[in-house]
């Protein structure tokens, strides 16, 4: 199960990464707090990502 869902996550945490990118161009945000902006979506998608692994393994 890890072979496939460790690669998928990696894709997802990158795209995710792109789309803040796009979001942090669009809303103009400033350059002093995008990586607050990265570090929060970041944290958030990886706890999303670890919760739904163990869930799929343990049902």
Same mark, same amino acid.
């Given at each position: 199960m890890a072979l496939y869902f460790i690669p998928?996550? $990696?894709?997802?945490?990158?795209s995710i990464n792109q789309l803040t990118n796009a979001l942090c161009?669009?809303?103009?945000?400033?350059?002093e707090k995008q990586? $607050?902006?990265f570090r929060t979506i970041n944290v958030?998608? $990886?706890i999303?990502?670890?919760s739904s692994y163990f869930?799929?393994?343990? $049902?």
């Open positions: 998928l996550a $990696t894709v997802i945490l990158f161009v669009q809303r103009e945000i400033p350059e990586p $607050t902006v958030l998608i $990886t999303l990502l670890i869930e799929v393994l343990f $049902t």
